[in-house]
């Protein structure tokens, strides 16, 4: 093969990706602001950030009230069979549904194609929980989602970031707080594997992400 005909197969490549349809949405949930960064309600920014660092891939366009990116993700969208965009909902974590819900809408996007990683203060430092569907359990965003998409049907990787130190502690107070030192290790490595909890969703389903990744901790 010439070189002009390498060439030529990679824009053909590049066009037909441009114009696969996307299928998914993995929506990272958070509070924009560098006031915010690391947080524990930011867990579901820090997991897309941390597949940002490792891919290369590029969350950096303001789409629907909230950080968009297109791109693919692991098993049969590495291979190029599905397209998704990845989402940081920039309308703070109790308006999250807003951006989720006009995405959606936008690219006619079935609730059950699209995938929440969130922040969840009943699972120690470092757990996963991979959920097909289900109730809010208290965390904001998942309730104003559920809200604006009219269905509790949509999966969710929840990431385990510690319950309160004791139960008259002030749970705004404890979820907009930072991680200690010793916590860093297990959340780093909870946000790698949520990404490829959802990339597992969206290969092989929730029951196989779940078998593989629920109560996994470092």
């Given at each position: 093969?010439?070189?002009?005909d ?93 951006a ?11 609730p059950?194609?699209?995938i929440?990683?969130s ?100």
């Amino acid at each position: 093969m010439s070189v002009f005909d390498i060439f030529k197969k990679l824009e053909e490549e590049k066009t037909a990706k441009a114009a696969q349809p996307i299928e998914w949405l993995v929506v990272g949930l958070g509070n924009p602001g560098s006031k915010y960064d690391n947080t524990r309600h930011n867990a579901g920014f820090r997991a897309l950030e941390s597949y940002c660092a490792r891919s290369g891939q590029k969350i950096d366009r303001m789409k629907f009230k909230a950080l968009a990116g297109e791109g693919m993700l692991g098993g049969k969208a590495s291979a190029g069979g599905e397209k998704l965009l990845l989402l940081k909902p920039q309308t703070f974590m109790n308006l999250s549904g807003e951006a989720v819900r006009d995405a959606a809408s936008f690219y006619k996007i079935p609730p059950e194609r699209v995938i929440v990683l969130s922040d969840d203060v009943s699972l120690d430092v470092g757990t996963l929980r991979v959920r097909p569907k289900g109730s809010a359990g208290g965390q904001n965003g998942l309730k104003n989602i559920i809200y604006h998409l009219g269905s509790e049907d949509f999966p969710r990787v929840k990431i385990g970031v510690g319950k309160k130190p004791r139960p008259d502690y002030d749970l705004a107070a404890w979820v907009l707080g930072r991680f200690p030192e010793e916590d860093q290790k297990a959340i780093d490595k909870a946000c790698e594997d949520a990404v490829s909890a959802a990339a597992c969703i969206i290969e092989s389903g929730c029951a196989a992400a779940a078998q593989k990744f629920n109560g996994k901790r470092i």
